[in-house]
């Protein structure tokens, strides 16, 4: 059975940092694409960001580049978001998923594994 559990969510002041976390199991990680999306209220569910089995290339959202950054660690079967210059706009249920292929999507159909979200709250 595959899990993905994310965490790092808070309540934070505009201009503060986040570190979310994402920790896979029931799957083999490093032959996995992983992402991370968010979904405001009353908002379609949007990529955020994307990294490949490797970790050696990445892909972001227009909206969070030169803010956010995605990492993993195959080793601990783990991916992470880096959110910097957190704005009230980031507010947001995130979510991590997995792609069996590893080209960088963007699409939410895309992925076959999903998490169940960690709240992010950033405060004006």
């Known amino acids: 059975q595959v899990q993905l559990v994310e965490s790092g969510g808070e309540l934070v002041q505009a201009g503060g940092s986040l570190r979310l976390s994402c920790v896979a199991s029931g799957l083999t990680f490093s032959t996995y694409a992983m992402a991370w999306f968010r979904q405001a209220p009353g908002k379609e569910r949007e990529f955020v960001s994307s990294?490949?089995?490797?970790?050696?290339?990445?892909r972001n959202a227009e909206s969070v580049k030169g803010r956010f950054a995605i990492s993993r660690d195959n080793e601990k079967n783990s991916v992470y978001l880096q959110m910097n210059s957190l704005k009230p706009e980031d507010t947001a249920v995130y979510y991590c998923?997995?792609?069996?292929?590893?080209?960088?999507?963007?699409?939410?159909?895309?992925?076959?594994?999903w998490g169940q979200g960690t709240q992010v709250t950033v405060s004006s």
């Open positions: 998923a997995a792609n069996p292929v590893s080209l960088l999507r963007t699409e939410v159909a895309a992925y076959d594994y």
């Open positions: 990294i490949n089995r490797s970790g050696g290339n990445t």
